[in-house]
C-alpha cells in the first residue's frame, strides 16, 4: 500500500471513529442498536488492572471491558457458542458470542466475576500449557523480553535488536517471533530459559496479569461456572500450520485430554492458535473429536461452507465502546 493509500485509510477510520463517538453523545446509536440483526463471535484476549499496553496489543482495562458487557446486556442478545452452532438466535437483537484466548490468569481473577456479574456467558480457549511445566506462553514470554530486555543479545551466534517497536529482529530486520512460529516448542522452550535468565521479570510481580498462565484449580474453577465454556488452544500453542502434520495432530489431541481429565466435561471446541490453519490441520482438529473449529479470517473461499468452522472478529483495544459496537455490527472496522 503506497504512503498516499495509508495516509487516506487512516484519515478515513479517524472519520469513522469520530462520527461514530458524535452518534454516541448525541443518542443516534440506539436505533443502529434497535434496527441490527445478524451474528458475530467477538475475540478477546485478556483484560488488566494496568496500563492495558504495556508489552503488546491484546489487552483491554478492565474498566473498558465491563462497559463492553454493559453495552451487551443492553443492546445486544449474548448467547453462548453451543447456541451459536445451534443457531439459538433473537430476531429481535443483533447476536453475538464472546470467546477468550490463551488461558491467561487475568480471565480467572477479572473476567469471570464480571460475566457472573452480568450473566453473560464466555468461552474460554485455553492451551496445556501448563501440563508441559510452564506458566508462560512462548511469545508472551518475547513480548516481555521486548520490554526489559537489552537493545540487542545474541543467541546461538545470531544478534537479535530492537526495533521502533521493542520487537526482535535479526540483522535482516525480520520479527524473530515470526521465525519462531515456524519451529517446535523445543527451540522455543530454550529460547524462553534463555530470555527469563536475560531479563528475570518473573521478579516484577506486578506484572503477573500480563503473561501468568490460569493454574490447573483456576481452570476447573472456571468450568464450573455456569457462564463458562472451556475449549483447547494446543498444548504449546504452536503454530500448528507451520509445523509437521505429525506434532500439529498430537498437540490437539493432547490438549483435548489433558482439560477432559482436569474439568471432566468434554471439550468439543478448538480455536487455532493466531488463527492459523491448513486443510490438514481442520481434518486432524475433526480426527480428534472437535465439531467447533475457531479461525480468525477463512483462509479458503469455501470454508464457509464448512459445518464445523467459524469465523471471529477481533476486539479492537484502542476505540471507544460505541465504536466497538459499530464495528461489531458492521463487521468491520473501516
Known amino acids: 500500500m503506497s504512503i498516499i493509500k495509508k495516509i487516506w485509510s487512516r484519515s478515513?477510520?479517524?472519520?469513522?471513529?469520530?462520527?461514530?463517538?458524535?452518534?454516541?453523545?448525541?443518542?443516534?446509536?440506539?436505533?443502529?442498536?434497535?434496527?441490527?440483526?445478524?451474528?458475530?463471535?467477538?475475540l478477546y484476549h485478556n483484560v488488566s488492572k494496568g496500563d492495558p499496553h504495556k508489552f503488546n496489543t491484546l489487552f483491554l482495562t478492565c474498566e473498558r471491558f465491563e462497559e463492553h458487557l454493559q453495552y451487551?446486556?443492553?443492546?445486544?442478545?449474548?448467547?453462548?457458542?453451543?447456541?451459536?452452532?445451534?443457531?439459538?438466535?433473537?430476531?429481535?437483537?443483533?447476536?453475538?458470542?464472546?470467546?477468550?484466548?490463551?488461558?491467561?490468569?487475568?480471565?480467572?481473577?477479572?473476567?469471570?466475576?464480571?460475566?457472573?456479574?452480568?450473566?453473560?456467558?464466555a468461552t474460554f480457549f485455553v492451551t496445556a500449557i501448563r501440563?508441559?511445566?510452564?506458566?508462560?506462553?512462548?511469545?508472551?514470554?518475547?513480548?516481555?523480553?521486548?520490554?526489559?530486555?537489552?537493545?540487542?543479545?545474541?543467541?546461538?551466534?545470531?544478534?537479535?535488536?530492537?526495533?521502533?517497536?521493542?520487537?526482535?529482529?535479526?540483522?535482516?530486520?525480520a520479527l524473530y517471533a515470526d521465525k519462531l512460529r515456524s519451529t517446535g516448542f523445543n527451540e522455543k522452550a530454550a529460547l524462553m530459559s534463555f530470555l527469563e535468565q536475560l531479563t528475570g521479570f518473573k521478579a516484577n510481580r506486578q506484572d503477573d496479569d500480563y503473561w501468568l498462565q490460569m493454574t490447573p484449580a483456576q481452570i476447573k474453577t472456571m468450568s464450573a461456572s455456569a457462564y463458562v465454556n472451556i475449549g483447547a488452544h494446543g498444548y504449546y500453542h504452536n503454530d500448528l500450520a507451520h509445523i509437521s502434520s505429525t506434532s500439529a495432530a498430537?498437540?490437539?489431541?493432547?490438549?483435548?485430554?489433558?482439560?477432559?481429565?482436569?474439568?471432566?466435561?468434554?471439550?468439543?471446541?478448538?480455536?487455532?492458535?493466531?488463527?492459523?490453519?491448513n486443510d490438514q490441520v481442520l481434518k486432524d482438529a475433526k480426527a480428534a473429536g472437535y465439531?467447533?473449529?475457531?479461525?480468525?479470517?477463512?483462509?479458503?473461499?469455501?470454508?464457509?461452507?464448512?459445518?464445523?468452522?467459524?469465523?471471529?472478529?477481533?476486539?479492537?483495544?484502542?476505540?471507544?465502546?460505541?465504536?466497538?459496537?459499530?464495528?461489531?455490527?458492521?463487521g468491520s472496522y473501516a
Not at 537489552?150 to 535479526?170: A, G, H, L, S
Request: charged letters at 25%; hydrophobic letters at 35%; aromatic letters at 16%.
Open 72 to 121: 451487551y446486556k443492553k443492546n445486544f442478545n449474548v448467547v453462548s457458542l453451543d447456541d451459536y452452532y445451534a443457531g439459538n438466535f433473537s430476531n429481535e437483537k443483533f447476536n453475538i458470542c464472546l470467546t477468550f484466548d490463551d488461558g491467561l490468569a487475568n480471565n480467572y481473577h477479572y473476567v469471570l466475576s464480571l460475566l457472573t456479574k452480568y450473566c453473560i456467558p
Open 131 to 173: 501440563d508441559a511445566g510452564f506458566d508462560i506462553l512462548w511469545n508472551d514470554m518475547l513480548s516481555i523480553a521486548g520490554y526489559y530486555g537489552p537493545e540487542k543479545f545474541t543467541y546461538k551466534d545470531q544478534t537479535y535488536r530492537k526495533n521502533r517497536n521493542n520487537k526482535y529482529v535479526d540483522e535482516n530486520g
Open 12 to 42: 478515513k477510520r479517524k472519520a469513522t471513529y469520530l462520527s461514530g463517538d458524535a452518534r454516541h453523545v448525541l443518542g443516534l446509536d440506539k436505533e443502529l442498536y434497535r434496527n441490527a440483526r445478524g451474528s458475530r463471535i467477538i
Open 250 to 277: 498430537s498437540e490437539m489431541t493432547m490438549c483435548r485430554q489433558y482439560l477432559e481429565n482436569l474439568t471432566g466435561k468434554q471439550i468439543n471446541s478448538f480455536a487455532f492458535p493466531y488463527g492459523s490453519y
Open 291 to 330: 465439531t467447533q473449529l475457531l479461525a480468525t479470517d477463512f483462509i479458503n473461499t469455501g470454508d464457509w461452507q464448512d459445518n464445523a468452522l467459524r469465523e471471529r472478529f477481533t476486539v479492537n483495544p484502542f476505540i471507544s465502546t460505541a465504536n466497538q459496537l459499530n464495528a461489531i455490527i458492521r
